[in-house]
């Protein structure tokens, strides 16, 4: 039986099979309070919560990192102007809609967020302090009178517990199966006495449209960080998490990732200079953070049976691993092949053979990263059981296909991908197709 | 109900809606022979003909371009080293089979390639004149011993009838569910009492793997053409024709399309220097008659209930133009919005607004294509009736929604996309996606 997605999912059942990764309980990060409201944002949305809210009660440094589509949504440019001016610092809230992505949306679609913002500002009391983001259907406005008449319902109703954070991770969501949603604690090494935490939710669709499903996701936490050292602290996390999974976070019109840091926990400031041990150590918590947020964006992959890590070891540069490493993950026939526990390693060369040749619109890159006899592919199980060669060094091992078959039946499974043409590596993740297009493709090979 | 699509589809009957793109009968060029046998090249392959020959009485020009992946397959690699070693001259033949690609197979993958050409040419009575073709499983060794006992087969019942070239078309089908075949007489500006005659047929799969579907094409005339002329005519056609389509031609490791010109119509030879009438009229027939051809490709898509025509024009640069296209093209998102005759042109628009953002493995382009305050999309339907303009300069128009629903019933319809920015264009043909994968984004609109 397949499970029926639709814009309000949410408002039915969790499938019984994702229901393990919703929590039943969490540790928040002091000094933040959090809220999900039902407004009607979409015509036809009777029930959803689709307006999300997290607000601190003292001023963050935060961060933010955007789409990079040409075409940015209102949202988009308001917060990025905004954290601009603010150099980072004194932000209190982000207010999310879902519904509508205020995206193209022209003069009157920057006023519509402006006007998010500065009802949670007022009600808040802090100028500024306010990031908006936005998830929905293109090309429309917001029936903004509706939204601002339920932002002060909104900071009404925020609070700091579990089921506050979970419905504001459920007002976020538009096509997701579950809220994704999660907290944890931590220590930094200069203030070991201290418990730090960190929470965080996301959502992002279906795992067959990965060019333009909108990703958006807050992180909050409780250390004090410099401004300034809030934007590479995100970026590193962000490439190694949001970054690294099928659906990514750098096409739609509205992606937004932002983190937000209170101090509310104490302790000493974390700030980027060089060699800090703290900085090392949060960035480390934050990007390991991210990428388990980011990695419950795959588990509700339409239709997945499996979760699959891609490692692409041992290549000339990181961003030509990356590149090798998305250009697997994303392929329709790797995918199929999986689903149907095909051990058809000549798709993921193919897809390998083809992620860094130049398109005609770009000037051809230095590096080469792939050549045909040095690189080596394995399947890794996740049981600790030994990894299955089924190409080294460009010629084809006689597979055992037995043990392949028993590998593949695993619903985790990692492909390692070994380049042999330098020491750099990445991590992506992803996860198998099935359905119709299995039909087609799934049972090619036999 | 849905028509299961599998290796051997050719062997049952061709779906009832794609008959009328069979043709019944063809006028073919003059001094070729054309066949298709059953092999069995592929295990559990019991009747679908699978091995293919093309061949001339009299040495050809000929040329051909090949995929980009890194990872070549041998006959690949073997044809690319004879068209350079031939100087693109004395090419009489192209052997073809499908069900297995010849691809990362080794020393002995090329020996294999090298005895398909060498058996041809034993029997045809000319040294090195043989390009090979393959497509199929990746990895696995060719029954080779089975294929060439067949040659001399296919070259005894080489005929010239329709039928002749309608078996070749067959036997290089894989996951095609018709076979592709076309021809026409033209003739040109300095021999307007010569009929030429082009033949040729294709095949790839489905829409929903554009980026490795196998991609096999031979185009046969007979116009007489200097091998010098052969490479740019052809590398010109291409980029018109099978690279703009989704099942592009770029990316497997087998994607091949040749062309041979046997001059057994007489007439002046065709050259390609400076301002060449001929010249430039041989290269818009075969160019069209590409691109009708790749059309027949679209049509064979899985699932697809439309043909659609995505016109970028106004571009800085033809390049900016084809990624524009292509990204639009390939957007699964607007692909369903297709399907579900939604006039969904955000999400045209957002697929139109990542194209050109420079992958981090690459060095950014000089050109600006994109510019959202000049961007403007229209549907344009076919029945010759006006535009419907959905944004103009970056503003959403109202869109008469009767009116759109009205074009996206048609079955076939252009979105047309100016940018703004220049005086180039292009023109990519594409189909919707339907099935399961609307269930999740089909409707997310409405």
Known sequence: MRFTRAYSSLSGAIPPAKAKYVP????????????????????????????????SDRPCAAAAVFTKNKFQAAPVSFSRDLLRTRANAGLRSVIVNSGNANAVTGIGGLED???????????????DSTIVMSTGVIGQRLPIQKIVDHIPVACHQA??????????????????TFPKLMSRTFALPSSPGVEYRIAGMTKGAGMLAPNMATLLTILATDVPVAPAAMTPLLRHAVDRSFNSITVD????????????????????????????????????????????LAKLIVRDGEGATKFVTVRVVDAATEDGARAVARAIALSPLVKTALYGKDANWGRILCAAGYALVTPPTHAPRDAEDITPERTS????????????????????????????????????LEILVRLGTGDKSTTHWTCDFSHDYVTINGDYRT
């Open 377 to 412: 592919v394995s399947f890794v199980p996740t049981d600790g059981s030994p990894e299955l060669r089924l190409l080294v060094n460009g010629e084809p091992e006689q597979v055992d296909e037995a043990r392949a078959s028993e590998i593949l039946e695993m619903e985790d």
């Open 249 to 292: 976070g750098d096409t739609s019109t509205n992606d937004t990732v932002a983190l937000l840091a209170n101090g509310a926990a104490g302790g000493p400031e974390v700030t980027s200079s060089e060699g800090s041990p703290d900085y090392a150590a949060l960035r480390e918590v934050v990007t390991d953070f991210a990428a388990d």
């Open 159 to 176: 609070g700091d517990s579990h089921k506050h954070w979970l419905n504001c991770a459920k007002a976020i969501c538009t096509t997701d």
């Open 24 to 55: 039943s309980t969490g540790t928040y990060p002091r000094g933040f309070q959090a809220s999900g409201v039902f407004v009607g944002v979409k015509p036809g949305n009777t029930s959803k919560p689709d307006l999300a809210l997290v607000t």
């Open 113 to 127: 967020a402006a006007a998010m913002a500065q009802t949670t500002d007022q009600r808040v009391g802090a100028e």
